[in-house]
């Protein structure tokens, strides 16, 4: 018997020929990104009903008329400040997540326990900037079903737009879509800081050192950095365009 | 699962991966992106209401780049296989249609709310 094997019968090991994962991720991974990817779908469709109503619509409030309030400090006055120092908290508790992830690399139990506090406080403080904007737009009036009275909504659209009807019609219609979209964005803030404090409790108590690997804070990581991206796109289309 | 985790820590090791200084340049990117997108809005479009209609498709640009680099290099896309990356991205681009479609729908809407 001629022990060379014929071509057709040599066992392959090409990532696709079977027998392992050809993704070469473990499986909570994967599924952490597919659970993120059925998320993106979700929050997509939601600013694209934004999108459409907005376009739709012959008037819309003005982002730098409705947003210029610092919380403590200016009333009025300071469009987009408020909402820039939300955005670079998100983005450097996002910069904290990566960095606890690399430190996982290196198994460094300290590091990680440190950039995973950072990046808990950094969520605590971008829900309660988000508290404010929310009280504070209120107050004024917006919610989900009401909007300021007819006189008061005139200084939040740009100058001799629109007619008492069409402000109405489509600051109610901001109201809605704003609450919602930032609520259900702040509702993934909220659930992932929970994450977060149970996986840095996890850290502290050794569980991943243990194990070995810190490949849980990776996958929170992943989750974390979604709300940040989310996020990018809501300041987008809320607050710019 | 844990002997398997290991394996696959020990494959990324080879790979150019996220290193501390790397980071730090990214979240300077970012920043600097941000940064760019507020002057456009507080101090360019104040002075210039010509430049309004580049506005827009600036900041959804910016916006793009930005979500470029969280992806690739936060959530790490970029050193993962080309299959898991695909398998993301490919559906992703199936929002384009949904964008598409939309779009298309709200300019008969106008003449409905009249």
Redesign the interface.
Known sequence: MSTAVSQIDEIKTTPWSGGRSPFNVEYGKIMMWFFLLSDAFTFSSLLISYGALRFSASVWPAADKVFQSVPFLYDSGKPLVFVGIMTFILILSSVTMVLAVEAGHRNSKKEVITWMILTVLGGFAFLSCQALEWSHLHHEGFWWGSTPSLHALKEFFAEGTGTDVTRHLTAQEFANLFFTITGFHGFHVFTGVVINIIITVNVLLGTYEKRGSYLMVEKVGLYWHFVDLVWVFVFTFFYLV | ??A???E??H???DHQ????KR??KI?LY??II?AI??TI??AIIPGHPEYLKY??PA??L??LV??FY??A????LKF??V??AL??IV??LF?IG??LV??N???H??T??Q
């Not at chain 2, 991966?17 to 501390?20: D, L, S, V």
Request: charged share 15%; no cysteine; aromatic share 10%.
């Open positions: 699962m844990s398997e985790s290991q696959v820590h494959e990324e090791g991966t996220m290193t501390k980071i730090w979240a970012l920043s941000t997108e507020f809005a507080l506005a827009n900041y959804i910016l916006t930005k979500a969280i992806v290099f936060f959530m790490h993962e296989k299959g898991l398998s993301i559906p992703i929002i949904l964008i939309l779009t729908e709200s300019h809407w106008i409905l709310r």
